[in-house]
T-cell receptor, first 113, second 113 residues
């Protein structure tokens, strides 16, 4: 099976712009989660979607949003970018059941100038 | 809330040395426990997991046992190789109601020949 794919892999934006990141889960997986990784804060949970419904959201401002499509692909959007949004954004997919393992993609590295 | 505490590195070992990376977790609920590994410039790879007390996860010579009485999930390997150099993350997964992984801060391991 193909793994989790994320596009683009690298992105450079300027403050105030918005950005959309994409994630395609492993075939058959219905749950997609997003995490932000920074040197200072480590790995932090953004949100999780299952069958197009957001089941949980982390402690991030409303500038961070996401959605999931009927084919389980997911996008996350960050509006009005700030310098502090520079990070590696990781997407993970799972079958969505209680004890299921999350499998991660390679990430999108976002640099905000 | 849920949390994971792991020893922070960096840890530097000689090839064939014994490795232990300590990890403890908050005992809320019945979490699944994971070790993920991250190589430079890459996403997270699942190393091993355990879903209930006394389970032992193992993979590529690495082992960790789910210890409910000490709320620990320490990672061990009997003989490390240069190729094991990476950052290791301990994580707990809270299923229903949370659907998120909570990570430790990561331990950077360097193995020298």
């Amino acid at each position: 099976k193909a793994g989790v794919t994320q596009t683009p892999r690298y992105l450079i934006k300027t403050r105030g712009q918005q950005v959309t990141l994409s994630c395609s889960p492993i075939s058959g997986h219905r749950s997609v989660s997003w995490y932000q990784q920074t040197p200072g804060q480590g790995l932090q949970f953004l949100f999780e979607y299952f069958s197009e419904t957001q089941r949980n959201k982390g402690n991030f401002p409303g500038r961070f949003s996401g959605r999931q499509f009927s084919n389980s692909r997911s996008e996350m959007n960050v509006s009005t970018l700030e310098l502090g949004d520079s990070a590696l954004y990781l997407c993970a997919s799972s079958a969505g059941q209680v004890k299921e393992t999350q499998y991660f993609g390679p990430g999108t590295r976002l640099l905000v100038l | 809330g849920d949390s994971v505490t792991q020893m922070e590195g960096p840890v530097t070992l000689s090839e064939e040395a014994f490795l232990t990376i300590n990890c403890t977790y908050t005992a809320t609920g019945y979490p699944s426990l994971f070790w993920y590994v991250q190589y430079p410039g890459e996403g997270l790879q699942l190393l091993l997991k355990a879903t209930k007390a006394d389970d032992k996860g193992s993979n590529k010579g690495f082992e960790a046992t789910y210890r409910k009485e000490t709320t620990s999930f320490h990672l061990e390997k009997g003989s490390v190789q240069v190729s094991d150099s990476a950052v290791y993350f301990c994580a707990r997964y809270s299923g229903a109601g949370s659907y998120q992984l909570t990570f430790g801060k990561g331990t950077k391991l360097s193995v020298i020949p």
